[in-house]
């Protein structure tokens, strides 16, 4: 077990350093209500983060991060241009790996940047990686925006689009999806039965609950418009598993992006999006590289980022989790700012993670 | 010391964990009264009957305060996190059968599947502001599902009992909860989804990974596993 007090030692340093950079130093409350929390992130954090009960307040979680509560403060108050910075204790629940700590420090940084988000984004990387210069980490980036630009752009219905950005987080939810959609898999009997049927409210039996039976009449007409549009074409999903898998150096990935747009032009946008982010992480001083770059990075963990992405990795431990980790999630702030959205991105470092690295040399 | 074994303290459970011990040639003896928690088996010495509810089988269990357990598999997987390291799965008892299930209501007709459950949630979302509730107790075992098989924007409620209830009285859309005929269930008005089964659960003979043993519980321990093993 490592000295606590040596680890909220290093937290200060590495928040003094953000400080440095311009960020103003925040804190936020250890309990959090939980509803804002289950309602972004699901009931799946319950699988991940402390609930407790109190009497007045109802239920609240132990803080799990920082980026939800300071995100939600700044949209409540400014939502302009602002950079905070913070440091402090967070707490996960560890079901599956009961070897990791179920509490530790974060340091972090969050930039609300109304303007060029490609200097946003390397600015937080580059304040990162700069403070970690001497551990010997691996710096992983990638782009989620990619898929999502390509989803949007994709020629079906809105509802189908629409479902697949609701589950681009949840790969295999997602596959399924595509696979339904490309006609790969077949309809499941029960539901071509109910299409087939002239009058499926007829014997539907007793009404009960709150979801009316208007609601299912609208989810029929929405099942018939799905059966009555076209299958995605095979070459469409085959460009889609292409940009999944791109992936190595970035100037390389770069490239083959640009391959993948001449037949997805609808990708243009966002591939030019991160074109700019390298150019201004390069203008940082960074070597290229020395970056890996993957479309999919953080897909199943790193559920509100929307764009750029990147963790920094130990490659000598390799079952550490990530030093530092962190991205752009505009569109969470516009959903904890009730329409109103600044562009946002931040990251995090475990300064219980750098001083055991520091300590090995 | 001696070899503890927890055994469910009433009903069909403990009957036919009675039963069970009968079949195996060890007759399950009350311990003095009729109502005493405890007891012996006849035909072995060093055992000693702890009677328990099937509920707290699990947590005795893990702690290792008994080093054999009966109760439910759908029990030990819900109460216990990361349970294969703590008890193992020693006989299946072929008893005290059950399926936890997820059900919703039969007049659903465009709800089959939990694709189609997913997809109903986030319709339900949009249109109620909050999410799609499922009433049931088995927490753990029910998020679990519903996230491996990517269904979201729903919500469990605590139901500690009469769960099938829970719908016609507004308190939930949907519930996940033990079925053995699927009667009950009907009764409510509800269906099961077709690939809405959780867990098929039956009656199991747990021993506990951590429990203390002398050299002389260790003997009976192995009569006691030998004993269970044979048909």
């Not at chain 1, 600015?123 to 390509?150: E, H, Q, T, W």
């Not at chain 1, 009316?212 to 995605?232: C, G, M, N, Q, V």
């Not at chain 2, 049931?136 to 519903?146: A, C, G, M, N, P």
Request: net charge neutral; with cysteine.
């Amino acid at each position: 077990m490592q000295n606590r007090a040596a680890i909220r030692k290093e937290a200060l340093r590495l928040r003094s350093l953000f400080e440095k950079k311009g960020a103003q130093p925040v804190e936020t409350d250890i309990l959090q209500p939980a509803a804002a929390l289950l309602d972004l992130y699901g009931e799946d954090i319950r699988a991940r983060a402390f609930v407790t009960v109190d009497s007045q307040k109802g239920e609240l979680m132990l803080r799990p991060d920082f980026t939800v509560p300071v995100a939600q403060m700044h949209m409540e108050h400014g939502a302009e241009s602002a950079c905070y910075t913070y440091a402090g204790e967070v707490f996960r629940r560890q079901n599956e790996c009961r070897d990791r700590p179920i509490e530790y420090f974060q340091v972090g940084i969050e930039l609300f940047h109304i303007g060029n988000p490609a200097y946003a984004d390397a600015r937080v990387f580059s304040s990162i990686y700069s403070m970690l210069g001497n551990l010997r980490l691996k710096p992983a980036i990638g782009d989620i925006g990619i898929l999502m630009s390509a989803v949007e752009g994709l020629s079906t219905i809105n509802r189908r689009k629409r479902a697949l950005m609701r589950h681009i987080w949840r790969p295999g939810r997602f596959r399924t999806l595509l696979d339904r959609y490309s006609g790969r898999m077949p309809v499941p009997n029960s539901r071509a039965e109910l299409l087939a049927s002239k009058d499926p409210m007829s014997n539907a039996g007793q009404v009960i609950g709150l979801r009316t039976a208007s609601e299912i009449t609208e989810r029929i007409e929405a099942l018939r418009e799905d059966a009555a549009t076209k299958p995605l074409p095979e070459h469409v999903i085959e460009l889609l598993d292409e940009i999944l898998e791109v992936g190595g150096k970035p100037e390389a990935s770069l490239k083959r992006l640009r391959e993948i747009e001449l037949d997805m032009p609808v990708i243009v946008p966002a591939v030019d999006g991160l074109e700019k982010r390298l150019e201004a992480i390069e203008n940082c001083g960074i070597d290229l590289n020395a970056l890996v770059f993957e479309a999919s990075y953080g897909r199943t963990q790193m559920e509100y980022y929307d764009g750029f992405v990147f963790g920094f990795y130990s490659e000598r431990h390799s079952e550490m989790p990530p030093v530092a980790s962190g991205g752009r999630y505009d569109a969470l702030t516009r959903r904890l700012g009730r329409g109103r959205m600044v562009p946002a991105v931040g990251g995090v470092i475990r300064p219980g993670l750098t001083l055991e690295l520091e300590r090995e040399g | 010391m001696s070899v503890k074994i927890g055994v469910p303290s009433k009903g069909r459970l403990m009957e036919d964990a009675f039963k069970w011990f009968g079949l195996k040639g060890l007759k399950a003896v009350h311990g003095g009264l009729e109502r005493e928690y405890s007891g012996t088996l006849d035909g072995i010495l060093n055992v000693e009957l702890v009677m328990l509810s099937a509920g707290e089988i699990p947590r005795e269990l893990s702690v290792g305060r008994i080093h054999f357990g009966i109760t439910g598999m759908d029990l030990v997987r819900e109460k216990l996190g990361l349970w294969d390291r703590r008890v193992v799965e020693t006989v299946k008892l072929e008893f005290g059968h059950a399926d936890l299930v997820i059900a919703v209501p039969s007049f659903w007709v465009d709800v089959n599947t939990l694709d189609d459950l997913d997809a109903a949630a986030a319709a339900f979302r949009r249109r109620h502001g909050f999410r799609l509730r499922i009433a049931t107790k088995y927490h753990r075992l029910v998020r679990e599902f519903l996230r491996n098989h990517g269904v979201a924007d729903y919500q469990l409620v605590d139901s500690q009992g009469a769960t099938e209830g829970a719908v016609k009285n507004e308190t939930a859309e949907a519930i996940a909860d033990i079925t053995t005929t699927g009667v009950t269930l009907r009764a409510n008005h509800l269906k099961i989804l077709e690939d809405g089964v959780v867990l098929k659960s039956q009656a199991m003979m747990y021993r506990a990974l951590c429990a203390e043993t002398s050299d002389e519980d260790k003997a009976t321990l192995n009569e006691l596993l030998m004993r269970f093993k044979q048909n």
